[in-house]
């Protein structure tokens, strides 16, 4: 019996081959075909199951699935699908640095069900030590220190050693065991080079093979063992990679060794010495796996030192504070601090959580956020975050956000995030690695072949040396290092630079940005206005003024901010609201006292039908034309003044769009102010296009005409009005200091919130894709020459053959020079 059906949550072959190992493990199922693209798996049984012996295997594999039968789904669904199954990641830890199966994590140390490569542990910000005393172990702190007791140093109450590090000294044993045993091999099989071999005179050669099969077991059972099992395990998963090559060449050359040593007269004459025993190639075994286990443990090394940045950000948290506890105060862990408590943060202490400063002032060292060196004046009601360092004052601050919701978490674990994605051009890389493997084995193979046939003497042993070799050579595995590597260092470099990117997707087309599309308020200005004058034609000034801040306190906008700022200011009194109404992109309306108070813009009094505005209408464009952001207020359907905002352009926005200008990006100011004051700006900033009087639907509409055009549009802004547009543009920029609507609709995010960072943003992704193009052509080139001159393609002409052992150590570092070649964006200018 034949039966389809649609399988959900495949994200790649390494899914799909599990799902299908999993099903044809079934008693009863004869075969069992998966198609990713289609969603479809084809299940060939000898007689029908129900739908719960799938099941029960599925969840027997440690995975979360849900399966539904098509019998049991409403019948408008039916033929929509069969069984659905969703594969649910989990809360894992680690993931795979190649991203084999996409963002996957899993709860467990190991090697990569894909590709065999070692898991890499994902960096946690708030993991709590505690701390004993050796000799009393009734001693708990929550932080290092002295025993209370005996003076004695505490210690951890666990191991505090990253998993990198313990992977890293794991593979340096076995690096230290293989090279005890690999260097006598390797003299004893180079002592041939000397002329009358010393050796000899001590035991003849064929006791000195046993001497070499003896000193490789430790290497090979031991030390290397690992490789062997990953290659197996890529087999018979048919997920084929650079340990398949590996344990193929090195497994031949140790068993072909085993079998000369045990049965030499089974083999013709082209194999044996002058002394008839057989040509074997212990040396290579031990050497070649000893060499590729030196690149694991180069790699190991190296990975540690791409996720530097996520380590110097964890840093930075620190691990207790000055809480004020009924008059008191009390150091606590960080752990501890709840939304509301007030905490003290004495000079040079780093802030534990975001907050707001509450009494006091100082000057905050920010740069490990933004990128910016010169520290930042704080005073009370303003913010500051987690993890930025205290100047030389006190101060109070109450806390706001506390552990994953702080500013320091959400970057640790964005940059975490984007840098397990999966750029577009990864795509490529997947599609020749698929192919890869299987053409290196076969090309290995008429290797053999063409010596065998084609060769001198001893043909055998040149065709069965050189297919080795090229088995060995091949490395797919810097093709897959290629791109993640460059993207976790450039997403590293990012964050310390204040540029928080949320995939390796948007560091590429950041690069190819055509269109910026910016907003004005909070982006290009200050995003802090301040009212400069009311103006009012009927009536008192300080009640009208009152009444209108009235209005804006139920308003979330800056301007609003604004007003009802300058209101306190002039102890205007204040006013119960009914019916209060935001018009998005025009304005405000309520009532007070039964009267009708509107303010906002030219729209918002076409919009209520107040026409007699004329008189004050000149007074208000004047005042645009100056780059100013004027609110007219009307009282029932009659105009009696207006307000005028001032917010101040940023000093870097200028040198920002000049920069970005030069480098071809056509930059568009898009702003739901008026046209005096939005020409009035752009005149000041040299832009030639804007548009004003935006309705976040405009916006949305202009950026989707540019996308029709076939531009690739950036957008900047800080608003939630803007939040449509950034999710529409190819790559949505947010300000950090915007709503949190707006940066989670962002792809990039700039902690300071300042043009500069755009320009940062597209340096850095320019750097990352140039070397992300770097690494794919050195891995291409390394295999499209050492794989031909592997084969032998050199003898015939200049007499030169590759030993398994060269092409080994090139191997191991072909990997290691493409995590080099990564590192060094860690040093560019941004």
């Known amino acids: 019996m034949k039966h389809t059906y649609h399988i959900n949550g495949m994200s790649c072959k390494g899914c799909k081959n599990h799902v299908e190992g999993i099903l044809s493990k079934i008693d009863g199922v004869s075969k069992v075909t998966v198609d990713l693209e289609k969603e479809e798996a084809i299940i060939e049984t000898e007689e029908h199951f129900h739908i719960e012996k799938y099941q029960e295997a599925l969840k027997k594999d440690g995975d979360t699935y849900t399966i539904h039968n098509i019998d049991d789904l409403p019948k408008k669904d039916k033929d929509a699908t069969s069984v659905e199954v969703k594969k649910v990641n989990g809360n894992g830890k680690y993931y795979c640095p190649m991203h084999c199966e996409g963002e996957k994590v899993y709860d467990k140390a190991g090697d990569c069900p894909v590709c065999g490569m070692d898991l890499i542990q994902q960096p946690v910000l708030h993991q709590s030590h505690q701390y004993t005393c050796p000799m009393h172990p009734e001693i708990i702190r929550d932080e290092p220190g002295s025993c209370p007791i005996c003076g004695m140093d505490l210690v951890p109450m666990e191991p505090t050693e990253s998993e990198e590090d313990k992977n890293y000294q794991k593979l340096w044993h076995k690096m230290k065991v293989a090279l005890l045993f690999s260097i006598p091999v390797f003299i004893i099989t180079m002592s041939d080079m000397i002329p009358n071999n010393p050796l000899y005179k001590i035991m003849d050669l064929e006791k000195w093979n046993w001497v070499q099969f003896v000193l490789t077991i430790p290497i090979v059972f031991y030390a290397c063992w690992m490789f062997f099992e990953r290659a197996w395990k890529s087999i018979i998963n048919w997920n084929l990679n650079m340990f398949t090559l590996i344990g193929i060449g090195t497994g031949v050359a140790f068993i072909f060794s085993i079998v000369g040593l045990l049965f030499p007269e089974i083999f013709p004459a082209q194999f044996k010495t002058s002394s008839g025993t057989v040509h074997l190639y212990f040396e290579a075994t031990a050497v070649v796996l000893t060499l590729v286990l030196l ?79 010169i520290p930042v004046d704080k005073r009370i009601d303003d913010k500051v975050s987690s993890g930025t360092i205290n100047g030389t004052k006190s101060f109070l601050m109450v806390a706001e956000k506390v552990g994953s919701e702080t500013l320091l978490s959400q970057i640790v674990q964005m940059v975490s995030d984007a840098s397990r994605s999966r750029a577009p051009i990864q795509n490529l890389v997947d599609k020749i690695s698929k192919y890869f493997v299987p053409i290196v084995v076969l090309i290995s193979v008429i290797t053999f072949f063409v010596w065998w046939l084609f060769g001198p003497d001893p043909k055998l042993v040149y065709g069965f040396i050189n297919a080795i070799a090229v088995l060995i050579i091949a490395c797919p595995c810097a093709l897959g290092l290629a791109t993640p590597m460059s993207v976790m260092v450039g997403v590293g470099k990012g964050a310390k630079s204040g540029v928080l990117i949320k995939n390796a997707e948007a560091i590429e087309k950041m690069d190819k940005i055509d269109v910026l599309i910016t907003d004005k308020t909070g982006t290009i200005t200050e995003g802090k206005p301040s009212v400069e004058k009311i103006v009012v034609k009927e009536g008192n000034e300080n009640e009208v003024l009152g009444k209108i801040a009235s209005l804006n306190k139920n308003s979330e906008h800056p301007l609003a901010t604004a007003v009802v700022n300058f209101a306190k200011s002039k102890n205007a009194p204040f006013f119960n609201v009914a019916d209060f109404d935001s018009v998005t992109g025009k304005g405000v309306i309520g009532f007070i006292d039964k009267v009708k108070i509107s303010l906002g813009n030219k729209k918002l009094l076409e919009q209520e039908g107040i026409q007699d505005f004329s008189t004050i209408e000149q007074e208000v464009i004047a005042e645009q034309k100056l780059g100013k952001t004027v609110s007219y207020i009307a009282f029932d359907q009659k105009a009696v003044g207006y307000i005028t905002i001032t917010d101040a352009i940023k000093k870097s926005s200028l040198e920002a769009i000049n920069e970005l200008k030069r480098q071809g990006v056509e930059v568009v100011m898009l702003t739901g102010d008026n046209e005096n004051t939005a020409r009035a700006v752009a005149s000041e900033l040299n832009l030639t296009d804007f548009k004003a009087s935006c309705l976040p639907q405009d916006k949305l509409e202009y950026i989707k005409n540019l996308q029709a055009q076939g531009k690739i549009v950036a957008m900047a802004g800080d608003g939630i009005n803007d939040a449509p547009a950034l999710a529409q543009a190819d790559i949505g920029i947010a300000m950090g200091t915007g709503t949190d609507v707006a940066i989670e609709s962002a792809k990039i995010t700039l902690v300071k919130g300042d043009l500069k960072g755009i320009v940062k943003a597209k340096n850095l992704s320019h750097a990352v894709m140039k070397n992300i193009k770097q690494n794919l052509f050195f891995a291409f080139i390394y295999n499209v020459l050492g794989i031909p001159i592997a084969a032998g393609i050199l003898f015939p002409f200049f007499g030169i053959l590759l030993s398994p052992m060269i092409a080994a150590l090139a191997m191991s570092f072909s990997s290691v020079s493409v995590i080099a070649n990564a590192l060094r964006l860690r040093n560019v200018k941004i």
């Open 295 to 373: 690149g694991q443990l180069l790699e190991a090394k190296a990975h540690s030192r791409t996720s530097g940045a996520i380590k110097e950000l964890l840093k930075l948290a620190p691990t207790q504070a000055t809480v004020i506890i009924d008059g008191e105060e009390k150091v606590i862990s960080i752990h501890d601090i709840k939304k509301g408590d007030s905490i003290r943060v004495k000079p040079g202490e780093k802030i534990p959580v975001d907050g707001i400063i509450t009494e006091g002032n100082s000057t905050i060292d920010e740069s490990m956020i933004t990128g910016e060196p």
